[in-house]
């Protein structure tokens, strides 16, 4: 299979889970537990994957420091610091919009340090999406002010976390890692590090109605289909930063399922973004 193949899995699976999550907050499901959801259940999935395929847990004794820094430092803080950021930004768009160029910085560092490759068509692809998914992130509903710049720096803490990543899970496959095994580790240390900082209780489980329970496993299944079509996809692709493209690009199919699931209001501005948007996604896959 090629890393288009897993990009589109990507891809799809990132629209259903933001309709899932919009309608997890829709039945007022505490977000801790969203969270636990997206992590636990997909750990529990993985190592499905892992025991069906014969895949051996064994690694090299130095890949386990670097795990760690992974999906503490990139993965775990950085989904924190993206969340605090976009409740502190005077427009949740202005923090999505700095702490998602990381698509830029992935491109750039995979051509100049690891050696992949950049076609004009997909640079020129690249920036179009980035450009028009700004229309598609900020808008002037329910801005408010902020006296202070925290969010600014909470969204550069995010753009780098993201982007090291994308970046450090790819010289991992390079030297020879297995995507199930990367995904097995990352995802352990990063749902204990859920149930023992964010203080998770499982009681809260149990009082969540049977309805709720399914959206929660439904939102960790496809989540665990986004990242292993997103990893696999870093793992056979000429430059990350396409994958990261296709992730971002995403957001233009979310808008317009919102607009017909969720009534959402569609803005000129917004419209204009979802056709860059989508000019630029099919020009990158051409």
């Avoid at 993201?162 to 010289?171: A, D, E, N, R, T």
């Avoid at 095994?181 to 859920?194: A, R, S």
């Avoid at 957001?251 to 917004?270: Q, S």
């Amino acid at each position: 299979m090629t890393w288009v193949f897993f990009a589109g899995m990507m891809f799809v699976a990132s629209i259903i889970n933001y309709l899932l999550v919009r309608k997890s907050s829709l039945l007022k499901i505490p977000n801790r537990l969203v969270n636990l959801a997206m992590f636990g259940v997909p750990l529990v999935v993985y190592i499905i994957i892992a025991i069906v395929k014969g895949t051996t847990l064994m690694i090299e004794w130095w890949h386990l420091p670097l795990l760690f820094i992974i999906a503490i430092v990139f993965a775990y803080l950085g989904n924190k610091s993206s969340l605090r950021a976009i409740d502190l930004a005077p427009n949740p768009g202005y923090s999505l919009v700095l702490s998602k160029s990381y698509v830029l910085f992935t491109t750039l560092v995979a051509v100049t340090i690891m050696g992949a490759e950049l076609t004009w068509r997909g640079g020129a692809a690249i920036l179009m999406i980035v450009a028009f998914s700004i229309p598609i992130m900020v808008t002037r509903e329910g801005e408010k002010k902020s006296k202070h710049r925290t969010w600014i720096l909470l969204s550069l803490a995010a753009f780098f976390a993201w982007g090291m990543l994308s970046l450090s899970s790819k010289w991992l496959f390079v030297h020879g890692m297995d995507t199930i095994i990367f995904l097995i580790y990352m995802y352990t240390i990063v749902t204990v590090c859920i149930i023992a900082i964010d203080r998770v209780k499982f009681s809260q489980i149990k009082q969540t109605s049977a309805k709720g329970l399914w959206i929660l496993l439904s939102i960790g299944v496809v989540w665990a289909m986004f990242n292993l079509g997103q990893f696999e996809a870093i793992n056979l692709a000429p430059n990350v930063g396409y994958v990261n493209a296709i992730n971002a690009a995403s957001i233009a199919a979310v808008t317009v399922f919102a607009v017909i699931l969720f009534k959402d209001n569609l803005t000129w501005p917004k419209g204009i973004g979802v056709l860059g948007v989508t000019a630029g996604l099919i020009l990158l896959l051409l």
